[in-house]
């Protein structure tokens, strides 16, 4: 069985004028353009958040990398003087202790510094030692 439209319904819509029809047609299409211009506006926003989060991330994991390579050159000139007794073997043990403090700073300085907000995180939060839940909120 067929439902049919009420007719006051299509009386209506048939008398109305051509100036209001003309609007709903127009009105139809550019309410779903303006709710979708909103939504990529709103994902390249969180986009653009997300970049930058995996950006800083980088930094830190390259500066930590070159730590530690610094740390190694360290180790292993110590270890060749112990080895040899041959001062030289010690320059690299030199660099780090000149450059490491400086480095030293630079890591203290992150980890008192709020990371950025997390893409559908309340708020953002400091950082939290090792046996809690750092990411992702």
């Known amino acids: 069985m067929i439902r049919r439209t009420p007719r006051r319904l299509t009386l209506g819509w048939t008398n109305s004028p051509?100036?209001?029809k003309g609007l709903v047609v127009v009105a139809i299409p550019l309410i779903a353009i303006l709710v979708s211009a909103g939504s990529y506006l709103l994902?390249?926003?969180?986009?653009?958040?997300?970049?930058?989060?995996?950006?800083?991330s980088q930094r830190i994991s390259a500066d930590i990398a070159r730590?530690?390579?610094?740390?190694?050159?360290?180790?292993?000139?110590?270890?060749g003087y112990l080895l040899s007794g041959d001062v030289d073997d010690l320059k690299p043990f030199g660099n780090a202790q000149g450059t490491l403090p400086m480095r030293w700073s630079i890591y203290t300085t992150w980890s008192r510094t709020r990371r950025p907000k997390?893409?559908?995180?309340?708020?953002?939060?400091?950082?939290?030692s090792r046996s809690s839940i750092i990411w992702p909120c």
Do not use: K, T, Y
């Open 43 to 56: 994902i390249e926003r969180q986009d653009q958040a997300a970049e930058a989060v995996v950006e800083r």
């Open 67 to 79: 730590a530690v390579n610094i740390l190694l050159d360290a180790e292993n000139g110590v270890r």
């Open 118 to 128: 997390a893409i559908g995180c309340p708020e953002s939060r400091p950082w939290r």
């Open 18 to 20: 051509l100036r209001i």
